[in-house]
Every structure is written in structure tokens, then in C-alpha cells.
């Protein structure tokens, strides 16, 4: 497995992409089209059976060079891969199941990611026995998307994280074009953006926009 | 794996459990020693990390011969086995994994429960492809525990779709001790109990009486 793209990294929203008037599909579809490099697929709440279904959608709507990647639910992931469908790992946060035990259920090849948001979690990630391919670290701002998010850090507490984190970096919580500009050519390797495409007019011109920003377009 | 003894089998419930001022794992020690011959841990809501944690309490707690079911969640049941404790299976709803998945991912060795309500659902998980080892027909009362659960089905609709079952079948759904007197020596394998052990002041007691009523005592 070669190090992912996480320059424009997706997490889907159903219900901010449906409130926009948009399945999450057709974000996923529009945004890989736009520049998305990495899409995650997000529905904390959905029964296990919407949420492989929802992956299964993703994955046949995903161009195949964007990275796609399962929130939680590492049994979804293992399923969707049984199915034969094209998921490349699971993204988990600091109250799912422990990475030790996430990595030996994936195996090798799949890829790991990990929420971050102080030092001492992104120093656990780096010296884990169990490799983690990237961190998430959030929330950059406030945001209405993830009730149950750490406090914001703000840009220069973001950037002074990234600078320390060992583990490749891309910056998530409410990340906005001008944050996208702000954050580019610093240590991070990307940014997450979920409610500035998902809840877009137009997901495909948001995602160009924020890739023109970070100057991967 | 030889064939599960379901003649009393207990659900926990966290938030009762604790409304009753137990927690989960000193139910569970309680009504194994009480006489209950299977228990599903089930925590709906919980963080996949907090759910392997109980389970891993539970299995610490529970007598070695009582079977041990993991609800909903595959990935949890996979990391408890992989971590070496002893846990027999996974219980999934209609809205879970499909039972082909879940098949897939456990192996022929653990045990596979799925719930179901209507004669349609019994007969798709006696004819699945997946080996399906029994099955929990509900509701048989309405019940407050799980608020997403089928039309009540009464005594007489229970024993009429439990004998059209060719899975083994365990009634659940609101069963009380006088429950249990009226559906013994019927095409049953056993009662599921949640709120009548786990609410109970005293849950060896109310499992005891439980499993004397059921005859199994």
C-alpha cells in the first residue's frame, strides 16, 4: 500500500449532504471529480447494514486513484473488502477500538488512521507498535458537525501540532478555503473538510476551490 | 463449537442495570451464578472501545460453561477473541451485517444469533446460506428497553412462529417469570430476559426464579 494523497481529505456528512439537497454518492462523485484526494465515509449513527451499503455506493462512485477509507466500523471495512469492493482502511478516533487491535484485524496492507488532538495522543500514534498511516488533528475550529469534538486549537496551535506529530497530518474541524491557504506549505499534508463540500451548492467547484487553495490543483 | 444452551439467556442493559444500582459485570456474575445459560452484551450507544472493555469485564465475570454473545458488533467480537477472551459469538438485528457477512468474518467455529419477528425473517435464516444458530423471536410484550423494537406478538403469535422455526428460538421482548411458566415445554430453546434480571434488586434471585419457572432449574 503507498502513502495515500491526503492533500483534500472528505469526510461525508448524510445529513449536511442531504439537508444541501445532495445524496452523499453524489458528493463523493462531484468532490472526486473537483480534486478530492481522500474520502472518508462517516455515519456514526447509521445500522451497520446503511452504513456497508453507503460504502458500497461510495466505493462504485469514487474514482479509483481517491483513497477511500471506512469511519469506526472495522467489520464494515472487512466486509466492504470481502465484497470486493475497493476500500483501502479504516479511520478510527481515540474512543473506537484501540489501533493494536484495529491494525491486527486489518492487516498490513489496509491503511490506519488515527483522531488526534493533544501531543501526548499524536507521540501514542508515532510510537505505537501498530503502524498508524496518518492523524487526524481537530478541531482546527468549532464546528456543529461533530458535537462531541475536542476544543478548537486555532491555526497556530494546529501548525505547532503538525510540526511535532511524526505521523503525517492533515487538519480537520471546520476547515474553510482561506484555512486551506493559511495551513499550506506548513507540515501538515492536507486538509479535512466535511460541511465546506458536503454542505456546498456545488460540492465539485468547493472541492476545486479548496484544492486551489492548498495548491494541489 | 457444540450446540449453545439458550434455555435462559440474559441481555444486559447498561442504563438499567445501573438505574437498579448494579453494573453490568456484577449482573452478570449474579444471574450466571443464579442459573443463566447464555448472555449477549449489548451496549448500543456505547464507544467501541468502552464496548470491548465490558466485554471484557463480562467474560472475566461470567462462569466459563455460560455461553457469551457480543451484539451488533463483528469488529469487537474479533478483537475480544484476538485479545484471547472468551467470547462464543455475535447476535446481529435485521439492521446489522447481513448474516452472510458476519458468517464470513467469525468463521464456522463461533456462534451466529439473529433476531427476527415475523415468519418471512425465520424462514430467511433457516434457508441462508450462512449457518445461523439460533434465532431471538420478539417482541413478545412491548417493552421499554428497546424502543426500536417489532409490534408485541403475545403468547400465542410467539409459540405459533416458534414452531415454524428450524432454527433453534428463544422468545424476548418484555418476558416475565410467569412468562417463562407459560411458554415451557413449547417448540422454545429459551427465554431472553433483559429488564427482569438486570432491573431486578436482586438479579441471582430474579434468575433463579427464572430458571425454575423455565423448568430448567
Known amino acids: 500500500m503507498s502513502a ?117 495522543q499524536l507521540r501514542a500514534a508515532a510510537d505505537s507498535p501498530a503502524r498508524v498511516d496518518y492523524v487526524g488533528i481537530g478541531a482546527l475550529h468549532g464546528t456543529p458537525t461533530k458535537p462531541d469534538a475536542p476544543e478548537p486549537l486555532g491555526v497556530d496551535r494546529m501548525l505547532a501540532l503538525a510540526a511535532e506529530s511524526a505521523v503525517p497530518a492533515v487538519a480537520i474541524g471546520g476547515v474553510k478555503v482561506e484555512d486551506a491557504e493559511a495551513l499550506r506549505g506548513s507540515a501538515l499534508a492536507g486538509v479535512a473538510v466535511v460541511s465546506g463540500i458536503c454542505g456546498a451548492p456545488d460540492p465539485a467547484a468547493a472541492a476545486e476551490a479548496y484544492a486551489t487553495a492548498w495548491g494541489a490543483a
Open 4 to 120: 495515500p494523497d491526503l492533500s483534500l481529505y472528505l469526510v461525508t456528512d448524510t445529513a449536511i449532504a442531504e439537508a444541501a439537497g445532495h445524496t452523499v454518492p453524489g458528493v463523493v462523485a462531484a468532490a472526486g471529480a473537483g480534486g478530492v484526494t481522500t474520502v472518508q465515509v462517516r455515519a456514526k449513527d447509521a445500522p451497520a447494514a446503511d452504513f456497508l451499503a453507503l460504502v458500497g455506493e461510495v466505493a462504485a462512485a469514487l474514482p479509483a486513484h481517491v483513497t477511500l477509507m471506512v469511519n469506526d466500523r472495522v467489520d464494515v471495512f472487512l466486509a466492504a473488502r470481502d465484497l470486493g469492493w475497493q476500500v483501502d482502511g479504516v479511520h478510527v478516533g481515540q474512543d473506537d477500538l484501540p489501533v493494536e487491535q484495529v491494525r491486527h484485524l486489518i492487516g498490513d496492507d489496509a491503511l490506519l488512521g488515527l483522531s488526534a488532538s493533544t501531543a501526548e
